[in-house]
């Protein structure tokens, strides 16, 4: 087993200001969105131009930090919130929500869409292969924070957690295999797949499945959530649960796509 040294969540301290690690996380993930997203919207069938997609990102940072801290409230904690409203806005508890983030990411991709006349899905595939770098980051950030750390465990790779809470036991660091599947893999695999012009919502669609199945996979390493435990079955987690609506949107989205692609345009 390996003893996880307890690292120090502040990167920077200058004076009053602090600069966490999981802070510099988002922007690493933002800074990999923004070089990927001008290198896509210089090709000739990208539905932005350079500007739009500028923009398009301001919309989707206020929905990812609005959905995010909702979903968190909603899908993870909502008694707590109930009774203790205002600390819903104490962002820097931490409590973030992956499933509440990408609703209010789509929701920011439909206002935009709708304001400049583009498709949503049109958008929604560009945008989609440049999330796994974040997530990527995101789930390093959970690691140095020794946060959402994974079940008991006997493999050689197994980690103490300095948290008391983790029970002084080693546990698998599932942050690490998140940050491998929902990062690096999701991202070659979109990546590659994108790279040519594709049927409208396919790309988002494969976004959705894999992610969705991915964080299944991830999940039964995981330490499920103290306040929520197991929640149907003995064996589901919550973060299981949420991943089945998006796996049936990603399959619907594909079939959809690959349909409308072989059905003839009328002259």
């Not at 990208?46 to 989707?60: G, K, V, Y």
């Not at 409230?73 to 707590?80: C, D």
């Not at 790309?203 to 306040?227: H, K, N, T, W």
């Not at 349909?259 to 002259?267: E, G, L």
């Amino acid at each position: 087993m390996i003893i996880l040294p307890e690292f120090d969540p502040v990167a920077l301290r200058i004076g009053p200001l602090t600069i966490r690690w999981y802070g510099l996380m988002y922007i690493a993930g933002f800074a990999a969105a923004w070089l990927l997203g001008n290198r896509r919207a210089k090709l000739p069938w990208s539905p932005l131009n350079q500007a739009q997609f500028s923009d398009l990102l301001t919309w989707i940072l206020a929905g990812l930090l609005v959905g995010a801290r909702l979903g968190y409230v909603l899908f993870y904690n909502a008694g707590w919130f109930l009774r203790h409203p205002l600390d819903i806005l104490a962002f820097w508890q931490g409590g973030m929500s992956f499933h509440g983030g990408l609703i209010g990411v789509a929701c920011a991709i439909f206002l935009f869409s709708w304001r400049h006349g583009l498709h949503p899905l049109s958008v929604g595939d560009f945008i989609v292969p440049l999330a796994p770098p974040g997530l990527l980051a995101g789930r390093i950030g959970n690691f140095l924070n020794a946060e959402l750390w994974g079940r008991p465990s006997d493999m050689p790779w197994a980690m103490v957690f300095p948290d008391p809470a983790a029970g002084g036991i080693p546990r698998h660091p599932s942050q690490l295999y998140e940050a491998l599947l929902e990062g690096l893999v999701l991202f070659v695999i979109l990546w590659l797949y994108s790279g040519r012009p594709r049927p409208r919502g396919s790309v988002s669609g494969m976004f959705l499945l894999l992610y969705g199945l991915f964080r299944f996979l991830a999940e039964f390493f995981r330490q499920p959530d103290v306040q929520l435990g197991f929640v149907a079955l003995d064996w589901l987690t919550m973060g299981q649960i949420l991943c089945l609506p998006m796996m049936l949107a990603g399959v619907w989205l594909i079939v959809r796509a690959g349909v409308k692609a072989q059905t003839p345009t009328t002259p």
